[in-house]
């Protein structure tokens, strides 16, 4: 893969040094993936740093209850695993919700291109006091008092964000999404969630259309999740 797709594909390297991408170029290879395998599970010695190429991927826990808890969400361009840099095992799994490609490098050889470049570690720890921004986010949406069908608004709104693309109905989250794993987005009963998406439905604010999820109007949803 060339230098200048690298960055343009992915934003973690945006700023690092020519260097530091003929390094990790010389050792980059690439996976497909296909629909429902993992890349990782809880507990795997990992030792590549993996990113995502093509697809969407999901980082899940499987809590005490047996229930499946999804964490992230990531889309193209996305660094999955930086947990991998401590040396320890993985701490979630990671799923493919589509067919997928993965480009990977050996954690070494990412560790030492960041040892040189001061602008790639920088890169490395923005992405993370982002993804730790989010976790806070999580946790104070999890003991809040938000009813459950805001929680779905405000995540959805977020997935258009971050998922989305134009169509001529609304933004349409383009991650296949069912609503059992809707519910492990917030952590909730399906049959619970499925009520709440009818309210949502008969809102106006959503629509289900071929097994995706349309936000009809980013802002009137926004407005949903913000009424009293």
């Known amino acids: ?19 530091s991408l003929d390094l990790l170029q ?6 497909n993936y296909g629909k429902g395998e993992h890349l990782f599970l809880d507990k795997q010695t990992v030792t590549q740093v993996y990113f995502l190429l093509k697809g969407a991927a999901s980082l899940y826990k499987m809590c005490s209850n047996n229930e499946k808890r999804t964490i992230f969400l990531h889309k193209e361009g996305d660094l999955l695993n930086e ?12 799923e493919f919700l589509t067919d997928s ?4 490098v050996d954690r070494q050889i990412f560790l030492q291109a960041c040892e040189k470049d001061f602008l790639l570690t920088q890169s490395v720890f923005s ?7 989010r976790l806070y986010h999580q946790v104070s949406n999890a003991v809040n008092s938000m009813r459950g069908d805001k929680k779905i608004a405000a995540r959805l709104w977020k997935l258009a964000r971050d998922f989305g693309k134009h169509t001529e109905h609304g933004i349409e989250i383009e991650i296949p999404l069912s609503i059992t794993q809707v519910a492990e ?10 009520r709440q998406i009818k309210i949502l439905t008969e809102e106006g604010l959503i629509l289900l259309k071929d097994k995706k999820i349309i936000i009809v109007d980013p802002s009137k949803l926004l407005n949903y999740i ?3």
């Open 1 to 19: 893969m060339k230098k200048e797709n690298l960055r343009m594909q992915f934003p973690i390297l945006q700023n690092a040094s020519e260097k």
């Open 26 to 31: 010389s050792h980059m290879a690439i996976k």
């Open 83 to 94: 947990v991998v840099l401590d040396g320890k095992t993985a701490s979630v799994n990671c």
């Open 101 to 104: 490609q993965v480009l990977y």
């Open 127 to 133: 992405f993370m006091s982002l993804r730790i921004r």
């Open 185 to 194: 987005l917030i952590g909730s009963k399906r049959e619970t969630v499925s």
């Open 226 to 228: 913000n009424l009293p």
